[in-house]
């Protein structure tokens, strides 16, 4: 491209200024060719017309677009210059505080003069493990480079940190050493990468002063080789040091300090073990107080020397050593203060003998104090003949002195790096090593000597080593991408090197003019002069003769020849050191020792230098010679060494910069910073790569970022390579701008700038267009909004001119309608009012004519009322005088009448029938009076007998009165006052009896009245009673028949099913109790059968029946009583009702079929007895009435099986009532599944142990009849001799018979009739079964069809939902019934397995009796046991949830549970079940009271555990699954272990299972610890899998398409891409990954609340990860990134709650991220936009808010920029906030977990033992 199509307006460039030294200005109008100036305007508005060289054509540099300011590499800028460059710094270093960036293979550090938050643990871990252009450049993400090339390429790095003094070298370095030391640290226990970390205090303090650049600047150069094994950990150090400027020690300029040391130790001279040191404070010694000021701001010297004495202590120097090392300091400062004394003018001088500090130099050093003081003001000189000692004058006392001090502290300070790398040496080979070359920069001063002489030539050698290196990789480069290499001219230094180094360059003049006895710096300078005048790198100052211009890559130095000689010759005196050789501290003598090599220790490349020993007699020295050779020639031969160390290894370079000269922080000096960068090859780096292609894009970046340049055709193919291809060539006509390598595209520079420039242009008419189109939607809308509003408008006037019509037409009617109402009102009422006026006179007038009638009525009723009254007064009087006269004849007439009357009576009276009459009702009434005597009499006969009683008291008390009064007279004769007395209280005690006479019968009286009230009382309760039992029933009749009308419709169907169902289920649980109770009573029926059949003799009944009704009198009570707790229960069972009541039918189904069973061997039972029966019939026809006295013993034995046998069935029966009340309790319970399922199981279990009693019984049973059977036989057999006799008939009595042979005959026959009715009985009896059976089986077929039938109807009625519930309900139901069939089989079998067990056993026995030998072989012994032990369990089935094992079992237990054991093994058990065995074997061990087992197995497991762990530390699956059953064990001890607090959960099945003897709960804690720390395991495991996908997944990974675009990358980025590109993820992967281990976990059983902490702890890494690396890297902070971040954080968030883990938590982790991509989201411009980023991020620091507006970078050039005051203004509303120091969070952070008891409800006996454990050895208990 031309010129002209660059230089357009609105093109900015770069112009020089003298201050700013280039400063930014924009063309004002477009360049054309030949113009002899731009017009330009500068930042400040002002014109400027800048001139054009027309020759050499010299166009200003070219500003690079805003979007690339800013970057992390200098080499993704566009155009690469110097303005460019010096920009991209200051623009990084002031907005956004970032101190390093790349340029290329350099690393940029500027020194901010301030302590920033980056240098942390969490720092490392966020750099380790991370490409180097992924993250922000820093010196630890070159330290992982290093690191990670070595680890990768097996090849040896370097890091070379240099820069000016102050620049921040030192730290850097101990930055990087500090990065190894974490990331790489030591496998063992030597701990080498602290004592690595170590050296550093003791280097800065014996090597670094304060200058008046830099407040501990590193006053010499040093190499550390840290040491790698094979598996890259650190194994040991080695240090080499350069050019110690030994000059410091006895001269500073101002406000420069001495080393550290020196006020280290006069600050802390005030200790105790420093007393005999004589020091005091700096400022009273010469060598540390020359430069002012002794003190540094913000240092502690004192708190210096304790890490400094610390250090010494890590690194193994002994405490003498230490003291030693501290009393030659001393003596250095009692050496500076000597006082020298002139003589003869000067030409001689002394040192006083009493000169406190030459004494106190002479004892700290142990030296002799004549000599030394004779010494330190003489020299010797030797010549051929003889030896002269020569006074020296007082400036060569002077020079001697101070050369000696130097001396001293610089063998000092070789002694002691000797010493460290000792430390920090090791056995172990080396593999290979990082070395750290903290080297002084480029210098030059006003006045530069010697020291700045080595040291810029140190730094040619560096520039030159730099330069090819970089040549190099950029050759490199091109080649692997096929890029056509063309020579590329940089700048070679090696004439310059030539001119110091080479054959007689500068410094061999310099060691020849050394050797000259007479040389001066004069003569050398001279020398130069003549020699190297034609040189192009040496000139001569005009003004001087002393001094010399060297041209270095970097500037023109000039160098002050004066003190050359003297530095490089470094010259002490032999006699000196001969005394200091012969000092009695075996430390100071070792120090002056000759070396064994002409290679100063510090120069060694691998290893310690020796120190050699000192002979007894030092050889002879000449004195004149010197013992060592020069500096320069050192000098020269270390640096060769360390340029071959450093060409073989891969180099690594930090160039630190010091912005500016006053120290202050994050202030930018351009000129000063441009000088840096010239003089430490920063600037060379960007001409090599701006001569080549130094922009370089990869095909897919670039096609993502230059798309909208591409034609919609060529977008449309599939090679991108060949769509870049074809858009270039159209785009660059000039095919030598670009070229295409295999994986990249290569750019001369300003090219990206062009295309930035296009892609701009692009953009800019795109968005016109899209303006455009927006302006007229707007305007169109606008228009239409307008026309909407005038139509409006129009409408609402119209209608309000409508209204107001509308209004006056209303008015006017309304006011006609007015008129015509008030009108009429009117009218109305002046005809009320005439109305009313008529009305009121008719009213007066009518009322006065209505008075006047009324007033004359009134007065006529008074008058009758008079002549009323006193008509009926004399009416009155005219009848009484009537009546008068008529009582007066009546009177008269009766009393004739009576009179007459009277005379009748008295005749009658006369006569005999009238007293017959009378005596007639007499009679009855003398009866009626003489029971009332007699009544009268027989009280009178008992007041008499209580009157003779009182009489017969009284007389008796009468009699002792008189014999008392007899005493009392015989006493006292003359006492008549006593006797009176008596004679009163006789006449009281009378009254008194009388008295109670009275109150009896008054009492009497009270009583019958009393019970007469009561008697009244109660009849007229029971009158009212059953008067209230009347209104009852009336009352309960009108109510049943309301009830009846009301709910009758409602419920009679209902109550109908109900009665159906209860009525159903009431008569199938009758017959079933009424058929068990029947078979029991049976059962006692035959019992009390046999008994009768074992005690008949023969015919003699009477005992046995006399026992038989004993017995049917006693059991009958028994059997009612069992008879009534049936009724009971079922009575129970009838008043409870359906719905307590409704039992499982599988347990009737169960009681049902055992009913059945009872009842065939009932029948068996029955046919044996009538068989019996018809034996012992046929038997008495040949019964004799003799018994046989052997007899009784066996009947005797008999009656006691028949006593157990009675006492066992009480037992059997007593065990049956049990069932029955259980069945009651479980009916009349309400109680939840586990309870019911807990009864079920008790049921069955008591039915189970039952039957397996009741057929033991029966064999006893059977054995006790075969028994009888033989005793009746030789019974019959006895009776039958007995009652034959000679003379009887035969039927046969023709023929003689033997008595034996008939005997037998008739045996025979009675045999033979047995075994046929035997054999019939049999027959019939199978023939029985099998029809019982099948009318069994036809009748559960019948029940099943019902209940089907009722089923069905019963679901037609309901819901569709509840008929699906109840459909599950019956197939639970059906499969139930199945279970319950097969496990009836299973039980079939083990009883056969039982049996033929017993059978074995038996076997075994009899195999054991004919064994001779009782010893066996331990492994048959053990076998043998446990075969018996199986044998003998009678109740194997019935297994209680322990294991047994025997002790020697334990390791195969341990292996088989848990070290070989596979998590696949158990997939398809119960979850945790490993767990659950070991607590069943804990359990039988504590059921045995073994506490060693218990100790022993819990040991073995937590071993086990531990060292499967360790096996398998990289085994998610493996860690998962042992966490689980760690857990579960614990859960088991803590559910089991008896404690109330935890068995609140627990079944009474599952209490029964809980330990018995021990405390488990030190085991519990051990338990407990082993589980986090498997739970720490498996969240390592789990980071280390996720954190690999965090980074690409959550920040890189584009789940919207499309939204990212892509920046210019730098070197840095696209060789790390190009080396890490295969190690992408994606969010689904992520995501996949997660899924993984939660289906892992909750496949084996772990707990819900671990499962939700783990997932908080990887959510929380995922949050500090991600949010780290966002801190971390420039790139990510962008719009686009903080929409994909929030929609990646969504799909987390919306993975959380698919799985049911909201509650865990682990949301609220990811709040910082959240609010990280919000803040890239929102708006920063306003201060309202801070206050909402400040109220909205709560969760994210200070430090990281402003540090993400500081990293926040525009993808596009129509974003803005984050301001520096915007940023300001956030700080300064977030400054009361207390917000911890760090800027980055502790991804290794771990939330404490919680273990929360979880009860299990599985029951230890309800576990199987799969075969695949291989177990067999665990015995079921």
Not at 741 to 760: D, H, N, P, S
Not at 1133 to 1143: N, R
Not at 1527 to 1545: D, N, V
């Amino acid at each position: 491209m031309s010129a002209a199509q660059l230089y357009t307006k609105y093109t900015r460039v770069w112009i020089p200024d003298p201050d700013e030294v280039w400063r930014s200005a924009e063309i004002v109008k477009d360049y054309k060719e030949g113009d002899k100036s731009l017009q330009l305007k500068l930042e400040d508005e002002t014109l400027y017309e800048y001139p054009i060289d027309l020759q050499g054509n010299e166009l200003p540099f070219l500003r690079n677009p805003d979007i690339l300011v800013g970057q992390n590499d200098l080499t993704a800028l566009s155009y690469l210059h110097e303005p460019a460059v010096l920009h991209n710094l200051k623009v990084r270093f002031l907005e956004s505080n970032h101190i390093y960036t790349y340029c290329g293979i350099v690393l940029v550090a500027i020194n901010p003069y301030e302590q920033l938050p980056i240098y942390g643990q969490d720092v490392i871990y966020a750099y380790s493990g991370q490409n180097m252009g992924d993250m922000d450049p820093h010196i630890f993400a070159v330290a992982e480079e290093a690191y990670k090339q070595m680890a990768r390429d097996e090849k040896n790095q370097s890091i070379i940190v240099s820069g000016e003094s102050g620049a921040g070298k030192t730290v850097s370095a101990k930055y990087a050493m500090r990065f190894f030391a974490t990331v790489g640290g030591s496998a063992s226990e030597t701990n080498i990468e602290a004592k690595v970390l170590a050296s550093s205090p003791i280097m800065e303090a014996i090597g670094n002063a304060k200058t008046t650049r830099n407040d501990n600047s590193s006053r010499f150069g040093k190499y550390i080789q840290i040491g790698f094994d094979k598996r890259y950990h650190i194994i040991g150090a080695n240090m080499r040091t350069y050019l110690l400027e030994k000059s410091r020690v006895v001269f500073q300029a101002e406000d420069e300090r001495n080393y550290h040391i020196f006020y280290q130790l006069c600050a802390s001279s005030s200790l105790p073990e420093f007393k005999d040191l004589g020091l005091t404070c700096a400022e009273d010694f010469f060598y540390t107080s020359q430069g002012g000021d002794t003190s540094i701001d913000g240092v502690d010297d004192a708190d210096d020397f304790e890490k400094t004495r610390h250090a010494f202590t890590l690194l193994g120097v002994k405490e003498s050593h230490q003291m030693t090392i501290f009393r030659i300091i001393a003596a250095i400062l009692h050496l500076g203060n000597l006082e020298i004394q002139g003589e003869r003018d000067g030409e001689a001088c002394s040192v006083s003998s009493e000169d406190e500090h030459l004494n106190n130099f002479c004892s700290l050093l142990g030296v002799e104090h004549s000599q030394m003081q004779h010494w330190l003001c003489h020299r010797k000189l030797v010549t051929t003949a003889e030896t002269y000692v020569k006074s020296m004058s007082l400036h060569q006392v002077v020079n001697a002195r101070n050369a000696l001090a130097k001396h001293i502290y610089a063998q000092l300070f070789n002694w002691i790096v000797q010493h460290i790398n000792k430390a920090l040496q090791t056995t172990v080979k080396q593999h290979s090593f990082i070395g750290v070359l903290d080297i002084y920069g480029f210098e030059t001063f006003e006045v530069n000597s010697f020291e700045q002489f080595c040291i810029n030539y140190a730094n040619e050698k560096l520039q030159q080593q730099f330069n090819s290196h970089v040549f190099k990789l950029e050759q490199e480069e091109y080649m692997k991408e096929g890029i056509p290499w063309t020579l590329i001219d940089f700048y070679d230094n090696q004439p310059c090197i030539d001119l110091i180094e080479a054959k007689l360059g500068i410094l061999d003049l310099l060691d020849e003019e050394c050797k000259v006895p007479k040389g001066t710096d004069q003569n050398w300078a001279q020398k130069l002069y003549d020699r190297h005048a034609a040189s192009q790198h040496f000139q001569k100052p005009r003004m001087s003769n002393t001094s010399f211009i060297i041209l270095h890559f970097a500037d023109k130095v000039e160098y002050q020849s004066e003190g050359f000689l003297e530095k490089n010759r470094d010259t002490v005196y032999e006699e000196q050191i001969s005394i200091l050789k012969a000092s009695k501290y075996q430390m100071v003598a070792d120090l002056f020792q000759e070396e064994t090599e002409a290679v100063p220790a510090t120069a060694v490349r691998k290893g310690t230098p020796r120190i050699s020993v000192r002979s007894a007699r030092p050889a002879f020295k000449a004195a004149n010679k010197e013992h060592r050779k020069t500096v320069g020639h050192q000098f020269r031969n270390s640096l060769h060494l360390l340029m071959e160390t450093l060409n073989a290894t891969t180099p690594h370079y930090v160039r630190c910069i010091k912005p500016n000269d006053e120290k202050l922080p994050f202030k930018f000096d351009p000129k000063r910073a441009v000088q840096q960068l010239r003089a430490c090859g920063v600037l060379e780096t960007i001409r090599i790569s701006a001569a080549g292609f130094p922009s370089r894009w990869s095909y897919p970046d670039f096609f993502n970022r230059y798309r909208v340049l591409m034609d919609k055709r060529d977008l449309c193919k599939n090679d991108k390579e060949q769509i870049c291809q074809t858009l270039l060539e159209d785009l660059i006509k000039d095919p030598d701008k670009f070229q295409f390598g295999r994986t990249k595209i290569f750019f001369r520079a300003g090219q990206v700038a062009y295309l930035e420039k296009l892609r701009a242009d692009k953009f800019r008419a795109a968005t016109i267009i899209i303006q455009k189109t927006v302006r007229g939607w707007l305007q169109r809308a606008k228009y239409q909004r307008l026309r909407r509003a005038t139509l409006t408008l129009q409408c609402y006037a119209r209608r309000h001119l409508a209204r107001r019509l509308f209004e006056h037409l209303r008015r006017t009617r309304a006011a006609i309608i007015l008129q015509k109402q008030y009108r009429m009102l009117r009218m109305r009422q002046a005809f009320l009012r005439v109305r009313n006026a008529t009305l009121t006179i008719q009213a007066f007038a009518r009322g006065m004519f209505v008075r006047r009638i009324y007033h004359q009525m009134l007065v006529e009723h008074k008058a009758t009322i008079l002549q009323k009254y006193a008509r009926g007064w004399l009416a009155r009087m005219q009848f009484r005088r009537a009546r008068a006269a008529a009582v007066v004849l009546q009177c008269h007439w009766r009393r004739l009448k009576a009179r007459r009357q009277l005379k009748a009576l008295r005749i009658e009276a006369r006569s005999a029938q009238h007293l017959k009459k009378l005596n007639i009702g007499m009679e009855n009434k003398v009866v009626q009076l003489q029971r009332k005597v007699d009544e009268q009499n027989k009280e009178n006969k008992l007041l008499n007998e209580q009157l003779s009683m009182l009489t017969s008291a009284h007389s008796s008390e009468v009699e002792k009165l008189k014999k008392e009064l007899q005493q009392y007279q015989q006493t006292q004769q003359g006492d008549g006052n006593q006797l009176l007395s008596l004679q009163e209280e006789m006449e009281q005690l009378r009254m008194e009896l009388e008295r109670a006479h009275g109150e009896r019968e008054v009492m009497e009286d009270s009583h019958g009245k009393e019970r007469d009230l009561l008697r009244k009382r109660i009849s007229d309760l029971e009158e009212e009673n059953t008067l209230l039992k009347q209104e009852k029933e009336e009352l309960n009749r009108r109510i049943l028949c309301q009830s009846e009308d009301e709910f009758a419709r409602n419920t009679a169907e209902e109550n109908i099913q109900m009665k159906k169902e209860l009525e159903e289920e009431r008569s199938r649980y009758q017959n079933l109790v009424k058929e068990y109770a029947s078979l029991e009573q049976r059962y006692d029926n035959l019992r009390d059968e046999m008994t009768i059949i074992k005690q008949t003799p023969g015919h003699r009944r009477n005992p046995s029946n006399q026992s038989s009704l004993e017995s049917d009198s006693n059991n009958p009570s028994i059997c009612m009583s069992e008879i009534g707790d049936t009724e009971d229960v079922i009575q129970q069972v009838e008043e409870i009702g359906m719905e307590k009541a409704a039992m499982d039918m599988t347990l009737f189904l169960k009681l049902q079929k055992r009913v059945r069973e009872l009842e065939l061997e009932r029948r068996k039972l029955q046919a044996q007895l009538e068989k019996k029966e018809q034996e012992i019939k046929k038997s008495q026809v040949i019964e004799t009435k003799t018994e046989v006295s052997s007899e009784h013993e066996d009947f005797a034995y008999n009656s006691l099986k028949r006593q157990e046998l009675e006492s066992e069935n009480k037992k059997l029966k007593n065990e049956l009532n049990e069932l029955r009340k259980a069945i009651a309790d479980y009916a009349t319970q309400n109680n939840s599944s586990n309870d019911v399922q807990d009864s079920y199981n008790l049921l069955l279990n008591q039915l189970k142990s039952a039957n397996e009693e009741l057929e033991v019984r029966k064999e006893e049973v059977l054995i006790l009849r075969s028994q009888i059977m033989k005793a009746a036989q030789q019974k019959e057999t006895g009776k039958d001799m007995e009652n034959i006799s000679p003379d009887a008939s035969w039927p046969n009595s023709d023929r003689h018979v033997d008595q034996e042979d008939a005997i037998e005959a008739y045996q025979g026959m009675c045999e033979t009739n047995r075994l046929l009715e035997a054999q019939l009985q049999d027959q019939r009896r199978e023939h029985e079964e099998e029809m019982e059976a099948l009318r069994n089986q036809v009748d559960l077929m019948q029940e099943e069809l019902e209940k089907q039938q009722q089923a069905f109807l019963q679901t037609l009625q309901l819901s569709p939902e509840v008929q699906v519930e109840l459909g599950l309900q019956q197939e639970i139901t059906r499969l139930t019934n199945e279970n319950l069939d097969l496990k009836e089989l299973l039980e079939k079998l083990e009883k056969n397995e039982k049996k033929l067990k017993k059978q074995l056993k038996i076997y075994m026995k009899k195999v054991q009796d004919f064994e001779a030998s009782q010893t066996m072989v331990p492994v048959e012994r053990r076998s043998h046991e446990r075969n018996m032990q199986v044998a003998v369990q009678r109740k194997e089935k019935d297994f209680q949830g322990m294991l047994e094992y025997y002790k020697e079992d334990e390791p195969l237990l341990i292996r088989n549970l848990i070290t070989d054991l596979k998590p696949q093994a158990v997939s398809a058990t119960v979850p945790c079940l490993p767990a659950y065995i070991l607590y069943m074997c804990i359990r039988h061990a504590d059921y045995i009271n073994d506490d060693q087992k218990v100790h022993s197995l819990l040991t073995s497991t937590i071993n086990g555990v531990k060292k499967v762990l360790k096996k398998h530390h990289n085994d998610f699956e493996m860690t998962s699954f042992w966490l689980a059953n760690t857990c579960r064990l614990l859960h088991c001890l803590k559910q089991y272990s008896g404690e109330e607090g935890l068995m609140t959960q627990n079944t009474a099945k599952q209490n029964e299972h809980c330990l018995k003897n021990f405390d488990l709960t030190e085991y519990r804690q051990v338990l407990g610890h082993l589980s986090i720390q498997i739970y720490q395991q498996l969240i390592n495991i789990a980071e280390g899998i996720l954190q690999p996908m965090i980074v690409s997944a959550v920040l890189e990974n584009e789940s919207i398409q499309g939204l990212s675009s892509v920046k210019p990358m730098g070197y840095r980025k696209y060789s790390s891409s190009a080396a890490g590109s295969g190690n992408s993820y994606s969010l689904d992967e992520m995501i996949r990954q997660l899924n993984t281990f939660h289906s892992i976990m909750c496949e084996q059983g772990l707990d819900p609340e671990i499962i939700q902490q783990v997932f908080k702890q990887l959510y929380y890494m995922i949050n500090a990860i991600a949010l780290n690396n966002l801190l971390l890297r420039k790139d990510v902070c962008s719009w686009s990134t903080g929409m994909q971040l929030r929609f990646n954080i969504s799909q987390l968030e919306e993975w959380l709650r698919g799985k049911n883990l909201q509650q865990s938590g682990a949301a609220q982790t990811l709040e910082p991220l959240i609010q990280a991509a919000q803040l890239l989201q929102l708006k920063k411009k306003t201060s309202e936009d801070a206050e909402a980023i400040c109220s909205l991020c709560t969760s994210l620091t200070t430090q990281q808010i402003v540090k993400i507006l500081n990293l926040y970078t525009p993808v596009n050039e129509f974003e803005e920029r984050v301001t520096v005051a915007f940023i300001r203004n956030i700080q300064k509303q977030l400054q009361e906030r207390n917000d911890p120091p760090h800027l980055l969070l502790d991804f290794k952070h771990m939330f404490p977990v919680l273990f929360p008891f979880n009860p299990s409800a599985i029951t230890m006996d309800s576990i199987h033992l799969p075969a695949s454990l291989n177990l067999d050895f665990l015995n079921k208990v």
